[in-house]
């Protein structure tokens, strides 16, 4: 059984920092693709950031500067370092696994960032 569990959401004012972090189970982890995308009220889920199995890593035009995404093959987590967090930041934040062709989701963790 594969799961994902998000944490690290919360409360922060705007021009601060946060980590989320997603520690999965059930996947051979080294070998999957992670990313972390997040949807805001009544708008569509999108991509954050991405990294591969290889250490290769994507981010979202929004993000670059501000986002990292890193992971930790020994503790089977991947991280989300966020920092100079803005208003239009405030979404459900979701972990997601691609491995062998499919796609599991977390269960979100939500971030607020108050201006």
């Known amino acids: 059984q594969v799961q994902l569990v998000e944490s690290g959401g919360g409360l922060v004012q705007a021009g601060g920092s946060l980590r989320l972090s997603c520690t999965a189970s059930g996947i051979r982890f080294s070998i999957s693709t992670m990313d972390w995308h997040r949807q805001a009220p009544g708008k569509q889920r999108e991509l954050v950031a991405r990294i591969t199995s290889g250490g290769n890593t994507n981010y979202a035009d929004s993000m670059k500067g501000r986002f990292t995404i890193s992971r930790d093959n020994a503790k089977n987590t991947v991280y989300l370092q966020m920092n100079s967090l803005k208003p239009e930041d405030t979404a459900v934040y979701y972990c997601?696994?691609?491995?062998?062709?499919?796609?599991?989701w977390g269960q979100g963790t939500q971030v607020t960032v108050s201006s």
């Open positions: 997601n696994a691609r491995y062998n062709n499919y796609d599991f």
